[in-house]
């Protein structure tokens, strides 16, 4: 495993070839945490390839990012809709267990479909919140969303990168995605 020094370089192979699920943990612990105020602002992201169920989909989809207005309204799930504006998801309208079963992010036409169907998925109401949690041997900033199974837990690459780590009931295992602020 490289040192945090190191990151940009694992940061760039593991955006590229993928990484294992035990170096991406391994990274994730080396790295410092994120006060709640670091995260504060609009986010772009992309996932980490460790072999997830999780792996590719968010993109497959259009996903452009978070954004933290405060600590209190937080929009987890930012999509292009169709005409290419940025858009926020409620997370508890999507089918988690359901899509990532049929993988559904390998389906020809399935972005359209998902296109079709965000009159029904979207909201202006915010879907998380920002909070410090203990995880993983540290204190650092987490995002506990509304009525979903899931935390996403934040370590600082940078001042502008986050690697992020989602903690989800449904999965055995933490899928990784990184942000860098927008």
């Known amino acids: 495993m490289e040192?945090?020094?190191?990151?940009?370089?694992?940061?760039?192979?593991?955006r590229?070839?993928?990484t294992t699920l035990t170096d991406a943990l391994a990274m994730f612990d080396a790295l410092e945490p994120v006060t709640v105020d670091a995260m504060i602002g609009r986010w772009s992201g992309y996932g980490l390839k460790t072999g997830h169920v999780l792996d590719g989909m968010l993109e497959a989809f259009g996903w452009r990012g978070k954004q933290f207005v405060d600590a209190e309204t937080v929009h987890p799930l930012l999509f292009?809709?169709?005409?290419?504006?940025?858009i926020a998801i409620d997370p508890r309208r999507l089918p988690i267990r359901l899509a990532t079963r049929l993988q559904v992010q390998r389906i020809?036409?399935?972005?359209r479909a998902?296109?079709?169907?965000?009159?029904?998925?979207?909201?202006?109401?915010?879907?998380?919140?920002?909070?410090l949690m203990h995880y993983r041997g540290g204190v650092t900033a987490a995002m506990l969303?509304?009525?979903?199974p899931i935390h996403d837990v934040f370590r600082r690459i940078d001042d502008e990168r986050v690697l992020g780590l989602m903690d989800c009931r449904y999965f055995e295992s933490p899928f990784f995605f990184v942000l860098e602020r927008a």
Do not use: I, M
Request: glycine share 10%.
């Open 3 to 14: 040192s945090p020094a190191a990151t940009p370089h694992w940061l760039a192979s593991a």
């Open 16 to 18: 590229g070839r993928g």
């Open 80 to 86: 292009a809709d169709a005409q290419g504006k940025t």
């Open 108 to 111: 020809p036409g399935v972005r």
């Open 114 to 131: 998902f296109e079709l169907a965000q009159p029904l998925l979207c909201t202006e109401q915010p879907a998380a919140r920002l909070r």
């Open 145 to 148: 969303y509304d009525g979903v």
